[in-house]
């Protein structure tokens, strides 16, 4: 299993004999903390008194002439304090320290694995490549991320450690296969494949958002070209017209009167719009929200099959950088992860991996029992198990998906235009017929 990532805490209590103990545990929230927490006092029967989380604080202190600034780990800034004032040095000021840092670009990321890997090529040592890229990276943040890598390296951590400390910037997937590169016997081929692996995910998502950028554009001007002109313009007419006529026209009549229900309940629409919208999100950002959102898109017509083979060639992708490595479980429950799919990763979390342990279930079986995988997936990997090359098939497979999702994202978005092509024009249809329609009303002569 994957090693687990998070803060540490403290934790206080009190045994039944009334002493005070403690203990030292890691998790990624507070909430995580306190549950595992009470889970540990429950068991060693202890009374639960505090749960700290540590920080960083940011120390600027004096010993003679000379001034020390530096970022301390700790449960509270008077540890600080106490631990610079016993070392004898004077202290100047202590303060939270707040590390933020972003995300690298995608091309500076990609750039950076690439040429690592045309160094190593060269029969550069590992450091080296470091130090070198290091000293020659633009963004900011993947600098800064490498030096701390180096200095991990040197202080005796875990080279996969030290690549996953660094999820934040390089993106949680990317730092814990670079971390497996780092200790595999393949290095040079394992950081091309993840060099690959980070640029399809970055042209999946700038396919994905230019294919919403027009339909949304578009939406949103249709939409507010029919407001205006029936909410509006439509009834300004109608109101100075209306003294000439005795009668207006079925279509006319019927949008006057839409108009005036939308402005009577114009509030009650934009809340009932807003809340929905609000709503959703919220519920979308919940496991169970999540699960079932990416289960229904799935289902979705023509769409859903371009998100589901992404999902497989995400899978198939990181199952082939990872799987040599020795920890197959592992690696299926990362590539799980990586698939950007939380219904296929459950699926894999608690049938597939499960059937694995339990019963022996074959890699193939288990697969097929997800209810996610295509028939040629599951018949390919079934072959595979036979002959021993899963890595080989899941990078085939992941090949195969990504010249199919190509070729897919673009019909998608040919088929979008064309779907935007008709509905803009029965939009105009309509408001060429009803501005006709008004131009043709019969006026009294009396």
């Given at each position: 299993m994957p090693p687990q990532s998070g803060t540490e805490y403290r934790i206080q209590g009190k045994d039944p004999k009334g002493k005070l103990v403690q203990g030292y545990i890691t998790a990624t929230s507070y909430l995580a903390a306190r549950k595992k927490a009470r889970s540990i006092a429950s068991t060693q029967r202890w009374t639960l008194v505090s749960i700290r989380k540590k920080k960083n604080f940011a120390y600027r202190v004096r010993r003679g002439n000379k001034v020390v600034?530096?970022?301390?780990?700790?449960?509270?800034?008077?540890?600080?304090?106490?631990?610079?004032?016993?070392?004898?040095?004077?202290?100047?000021?202590?303060?939270?320290?707040?590390?933020?840092?972003?995300?690298?670009?995608?091309?500076?990321?990609?750039?950076?694995?690439?040429?690592?890997?045309t160094?190593?090529?060269?029969?550069?040592?590992?450091?080296?490549?470091?130090?070198?890229?290091?000293?020659?990276?633009?963004?900011?943040?993947?600098?800064?991320?490498?030096?701390?890598?180096?200095?991990?390296?040197?202080?005796?951590?875990?080279?996969?450690?030290?690549?996953?400390?660094?999820?934040?910037?390089?993106?949680?997937?990317?730092?814990?296969?670079?971390?497996?590169?780092?200790?595999?016997?393949?290095?040079?081929?394992?950081?091309?494949?993840?060099?690959?692996?980070?640029?399809?995910?970055?042209?999946?998502?700038?396919?994905?958002?230019?294919?919403?950028?027009?339909?949304?554009?578009?939406?949103?001007?249709?939409?507010?070209?029919?407001?205006?002109?029936?909410v509006y313009l439509l009834p300004q007419m109608a109101a100075l017209m209306a003294p000439m006529?005795?009668?207006?026209?079925?279509?006319?009549?019927?949008?006057?009167?839409?108009?005036?229900?939308?402005?009577?309940?114009?509030a009650l629409i934009v809340a009932t719009i807003v809340i929905s919208m609000v709503s959703f999100y919220a519920y979308i950002l919940t496991t169970r929200g999540r699960l079932m959102f990416d289960r229904f898109l799935i289902r979705v017509p023509y769409i859903g099959r371009v998100l589901r083979n992404s999902s497989v060639e995400m899978f198939c992708r990181v199952l082939g950088i990872t799987y040599a490595a020795g920890e197959n479980i592992d690696a299926i429950q990362?590539?799980?992860?990586?698939?950007?799919?939380?219904?296929?990763?459950?699926?894999?979390k608690t049938v597939a991996i499960p059937t694995m342990l339990k019963y022996g279930t074959e890699l193939p079986k288990a697969l097929e029992w997800t209810n996610f995988f295509p028939?040629?997936?599951?018949?390919?990997?079934?072959?595979?198990?036979?002959?021993?090359?899963?890595?080989?098939?899941?990078?085939?497979?992941?090949?195969?998906y990504e010249m199919e999702n190509r070729y897919a994202m673009k019909n998608l978005i040919s088929f979008i235009e064309v779907g935007i092509s008709v509905v803009i024009m029965f939009t105009m249809i309509f408001l060429t017929f009803l501005s006709s329609e008004t131009a043709t009303l019969k006026l009294n002569t009396h």
């Open positions: 600034e530096g970022v301390q780990g700790a449960y509270s800034r008077q540890e600080v304090v106490s631990a610079l004032n016993r070392l004898g040095f004077e202290v100047r000021s202590v303060r939270r320290h707040y590390d933020i840092r972003f995300q690298a670009s995608t091309n500076e990321l990609v750039s950076f694995i690439s040429v690592s890997a160094l190593l090529e060269q029969e550069l040592p590992y450091s080296e490549v470091l130090r070198i890229m290091s000293n020659n990276l633009r963004d900011k943040n993947l600098r800064r991320a490498v030096r701390d890598i180096i200095n991990d390296l040197k202080n005796g951590v875990d080279s996969r450690d030290a690549f996953e400390r660094q999820g934040k910037v390089l993106g949680r997937d990317t730092a814990v296969m670079l971390g497996i590169a780092s200790k595999s016997g393949d290095m040079k081929a394992i950081f091309r494949s993840v060099a690959h692996f980070v640029e399809r995910q970055a042209d999946f998502k700038k396919g994905l958002i230019s294919s919403l950028i027009l339909p949304g554009v578009t939406s949103v001007a249709l939409i507010g070209a029919i407001l205006f002109y029936v006529t005795s009668s207006l026209p079925p279509l006319t009549a019927t949008t006057l009167e839409i108009s005036a229900w939308v402005k009577d309940h114009l990362r590539a799980a992860e990586s698939s950007r799919n939380r219904f296929l990763e459950t699926q894999i028939e040629m997936v599951i018949s390919r990997f079934r072959t595979a198990a036979e002959t021993g090359t899963v890595k080989a098939t899941a990078t085939q497979l992941a090949d195969f």
